[in-house]
Antibody, heavy 121, light 107 residues
């Protein structure tokens, strides 16, 4: 059974870089059938897609975050990572990783449990 | 970017009611739309994909319809477990967007 688990610091200082890792078990991150994605949700607000990555390195980013976001994959560790630079209080949110289908199935079927990241000094 | 607009933002209903949530896209997205249910403190759960395909394990009281720019999620007879927030998501382009959410609350 596929499981995704987010990990990383729960507190990041403003202007610094937020770094999270999503560990994947029960499935290979090198599968050609899936993309791997990050989505966030500020407290009491809606869902915001951050970006998606294919195992080959192809990435798609939310245009509003593109200048600050990097998603990378480590196939040897079966995990993928999010870096978000120059954070502000507006980046405080629960961050989810998810598996997304490829081709015409780019919905999010499998999600991690989410991890809260607070941007504060 | 394709904008997704849900209505209503809040819906009050009773157990047994039939309810409908609408999602409108700012441009044609064919049938590339999914619906999710989210409960407090939990990750979203996929309910419907390709506008009307029911995800495995999701009760048949949930149904989706629509194509192009207008879509609906219908719950035929509300159960207590259905009170949650619902989101639509388009995947027509490679810049994925969600609706702002509809909170379904007990009347």
């Amino acid at each position: 059974q596929l499981q995704l688990r987010e990990s990383g610091p729960g507190l990041v200082k403003p202007s610094e870089t937020l770094s999270l890792t999503c560990s994947v078990s029960g499935g290979s991150i090198s599968s050609s059938d899936y993309y791997w994605a990050w989505i966030r949700q500020p407290a009491g607000k809606g869902l915001e897609w951050i970006g998606s990555m294919y195992y080959s390195g192809t990435t798609y980013y939310n245009p509003s975050l593109k200048s600050r976001v990097t998603i990378s994959v480590d196939t040897s560790k079966n995990h993928f990572s999010l870096n978000l630079s120059s954070v502000t209080a507006a980046d405080t949110a629960v961050y989810y990783c998810a598996r997304q289908g490829s081709w015409y199935s780019k919905y999010f079927r499998h999600w991690g449990q989410g991890t809260l990241v607070t941007a504060s000094s | 970017d394709i904008q997704m607009t849900q209505s209503p933002s809040i819906l009050s209903a009773s157990v047994g009611d039939r309810v409908t949530i609408t999602c409108r896209a700012s441009q044609n997205i064919n049938s590339w739309l999914a619906w999710y249910q989210q409960k407090p403190g939990k990750a979203p759960k996929l309910l419907i994909y390709k506008a009307s395909s029911l995800e495995t394990g999701v009760p048949s009281r949930f149904s989706g319809s629509g194509s192009g720019t207008e879509f609906t999620l219908t719950i035929s007879s509300l159960r207590p477990d259905d009170f949650a927030t619902y989101y639509c998501q388009q995947y027509d382009s490679n810049s994925f967007t969600f609706g702002q959410g509809t909170k379904l609350e007990i009347k």
